[in-house]
């Protein structure tokens, strides 16, 4: 009975432990601010995740992408799409961007309008 309870004791400490987010691997770690990123980061979220099918100015529509360079989206609906997706290919990023990486990355696709 004592080495049930010491397991049980042992498996809670680790468990607890391994809830403790003080410790991330580098790179892992999201802004905290809801304010927008710089435009450089944005550029740069923006080049790792949207410009193989958006291309770097917005225009290159591959698999099935928006021109964005003519896009009529406000910036709630632009929003809203980085975040959710859509049905046309487009994954949503709500999971993988903080609110200030979308945010910044909606302010520079509002930049690649002509």
């Known amino acids: 009975m004592v ?6 004791i042992l498996s809670s400490v680790l468990l607890i432990a391994s809830c403790d987010e003080t410790e991330k691997p580098e790179g892992e770690t999201k802004p905290i601010s809801n304010e927008p990123v710089s435009m450089e980061d944005a550029r740069a979220i923006y080049t790792l995740n949207c410009a193989s099918c958006h291309g770097p100015d917005g225009t290159l529509q591959a698999s099935n992408a928006k021109d964005l360079s003519i896009s009529k989206l406000n910036e709630g609906e632009v929003e809203k799409m980085i975040r959710k997706g859509n049905d046309k290919g487009m994954m949503p990023y709500e999971d993988m961007l903080s609110t200030a990486e979308i945010k910044g990355v909606v302010k520079f696709v509002q930049n690649l309008r002509k």
Do not use: A, N
């Open 3 to 8: 080495l049930k309870s010491s397991v049980l």
